[in-house]
């Protein structure tokens, strides 16, 4: 993947470099990849267990349409109060988007839904009552502190990029050094052996399916600290986008493996593509092709590279002992 993003950034950096390598896109760059990034990293999580999430961007809108709809209910009275419950009403809003999760889990892992299946009918739910409860339009306003730190940055970097990568560490050190993580690797790498290990199943996907609910949760957060509006249908792009970028990261589909990191530069690599698009004047269709064009060629090398890892060495055939017996004897 680092071969990946810096192939990407010298072909666009070649075709447009006064538009591509401009301070003002490679901040957007920055600025844009976190909320698709943290996404992916719920996609990760889920996808490890061998299941898929396709309402985690219905969540993350529904975690933002909450925050924007509180603040905007108390504002109308007391705009200085809302301000100050800040902190309240983003909880709110991702405590909506665990519960999101939740409910898919439950789905998953009590009720026996298939997870693709599961999460399909509640992405239609989460989207059809946010579309009810807006009226289809866009809601305007959130809390004052979420703009401060969209609008924030620590040594020139944007303090969303710095939050995005502080997620990806704390979820890296969740599945890899801790007994929650290791179980969720074991359900996903075989099942099989999970439930003679006697693994809880059902309490692992019901934790990991809110996990992917919490990080979409924060994701709109995100969503409104870019920029202080929230709708049912934003970043409607973003379902195929994520499973292309955990897939791009190293992430098996089948469950057992995934990679933080590989997600992280999946993700900034996407990114880039998308920015280097618009900086040679392509498409947001000729965009979703290409990402279309790399989850597949994705999938047909993990298949090769499978297919060889799993095919049989040739062993040498055994000596014939009655030519063993003669070169002995022929032997000086």
Do not use: C
């Amino acid at each position: 993947m680092v071969v990946a993003l810096l192939l990407a950034v010298t072909l666009f950096t070649v075709l447009n470099p006064r538009v591509f390598l401009s301070p003002i896109n490679l901040q957007n760059i920055a600025v844009a990849a976190p909320e698709i990034g943290i996404i992916s990293i719920a996609m990760m999580v889920v996808m490890l267990t061998g299941g898929i999430d396709l309402s985690l961007v219905a969540i993350a809108n529904f975690s933002a349409i909450t925050i924007s709809t509180l603040h905007t209910a108390i504002a109308a009275s007391d705009p200085d109060l809302a301000n100050n419950l800040g902190i309240l009403i983003v909880l709110a809003g991702m405590a909506v988007g665990m519960l999101g999760g939740a409910f898919n889990g439950f789905l998953v892992s009590v009720v026996g839904i298939t997870p693709i299946l599961a999460t399909l009918a509640t992405m239609q739910i989460y989207n059809g009552i946010a579309i009810v409860w807006t009226g289809g339009s866009t809601l305007y306003g959130a809390p004052t502190m979420l703009g401060a730190i969209g609008q924030a940055a620590v040594a020139n970097a944007p303090l969303l990029f710095i939050i995005f990568l502080a997620v990806a560490i704390l979820v890296a050190v969740l599945m890899n050094r801790t007994a929650l993580g290791r179980m969720i690797q074991l359900e996903g790498a075989n099942p099989v052996a999970a439930q003679y290990s006697a693994i809880p199943r059902r309490s692992v996907l019901l934790k990991t399916y809110t996990l992917g609910g919490l990080l979409a949760g924060l994701a709109g957060v995100l969503f409104l600290a870019r920029n202080p509006t929230a709708s049912a249908d934003y970043g409607s792009s973003y379902v195929l986008l994520v499973i292309v970028i955990a897939v791009l990261g190293g992430t098996k589909p089948t469950g057992g493996f995934a990679s933080v990191s590989g997600v992280v530069l999946a993700t900034l690599t996407l990114q880039v593509v998308s920015s280097g698009f618009t900086a040679i004047r392509l498409s947001s269709y000729e965009y979703a092709i290409a990402q279309g064009v790399i989850l597949i060629t994705v999938m047909i090398l993990d298949s090769v590279s499978s297919s060889r890892t799993k095919r049989p060495k040739k062993k040498n055939p055994p000596h014939d002992a009655a030519a063993s017996s003669e070169a002995v004897l022929l032997r000086p």
